[in-house]
């Protein structure tokens, strides 16, 4: 575990941006592909309705609209970004890297570009990263990036997994403000629990082959009770870590937004926290669970509805894969456009 990384000099993100494909899939049209339907998928994640990329859509796609709403929203040079991350589990391909892709699409020749794999908690570590690479000096602006397109990975024949995923990406700039910044970070692993959700092959350990696509290994596999008891689990107690080491009370938290993956683990959540509903962020009836895109797209759901504003406390915690989780604390700071 990274406890307790008290922010070094003042970080921020100062730009944000967030995307998702057009193709909006119902519960009503999945319960035509498997023996599912509306009342069982809202009553039990809360999900009405979710993205799905086209099949010639790849990650860099649905996210590059983000990255460059993000940038406008922060001003300057893009130039001037020198590090990209890009927080995944669905990169482009398994090498180049998606980042390196995105920097060249971007026109960031000579920026420090790699993927991140943490599952669904791969924003937090991302952002956890990229401010302690600009609080030590080794960049000056970052982008990251945290997006999935699970469509490209689920089973569609497996009604207890495929309802609950979609497609999604968000992105933000971070760099030193004088206002603001983050507080505090805390990251965790347990990787005992990667059997809970995992995709079999396609790795070192079971490569591609035409048995292990016969037999669907190529699919995300999921024991949705154990993931079920772990999210709400580490939800709460990775909340109030990083809340005790930045010496913040639970009160004083404006804005929660909390991993996207089924409103009935959001709740327990929130209310074991003691965190009000009307400060907690909820968009998974829109999106379903967007993995490495949820936190930023619900983070930019709330700028985009004036919900975040310069001074206000934002608590962010996700969870997923590995099994990891994550959470940052941060005093929302005006976009970089703000002033100049
Ligand atoms: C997957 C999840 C929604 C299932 O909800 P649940 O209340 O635990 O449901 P159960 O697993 O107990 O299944 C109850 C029944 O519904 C059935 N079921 C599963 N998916 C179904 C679907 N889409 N439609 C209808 N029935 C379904 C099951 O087969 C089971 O039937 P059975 O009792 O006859 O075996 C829930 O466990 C969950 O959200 N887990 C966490 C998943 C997650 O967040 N993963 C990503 C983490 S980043």
Redesign the pocket.
Known sequence: MIGSATANGRVSITGIGCNAPERVLTNDE?SKM????DE??IE??GIKERRVAAADEALSDVSLPAAKDALEQAGGDVASIDLVIVATVTPDMAFPSTSAIMADQLGMKNAAAYDLSA??TGFVYAIAQAHSMVSAGLANRALVVGGDLLSKIVDWGD???????GDGAGAVVLERVSEGGFLGFELGADGSGGPQ?YIPAGGSREPTSAETVAGGEHYVK?N??E??KF?ARVLVESAEKVLANSGVSVEDVDVYVP?Q??V??IEHARKKLGIPEERTVVNVDRYG?T?SGSIPLALADAEADGRLRPGQLVLMTG???GLTWGSALIEWTANGKVGS
């Open positions: 999945l498997v023996d599912t339907s069982w998928i039990r994640t599952g669904c009604r207890s997994t495929c309802v609950l995923f959700l999921m949705g009770r993931v079920f999210a991993h993956a089924n009935r683990i669970n993995s969870m997923g894969a």
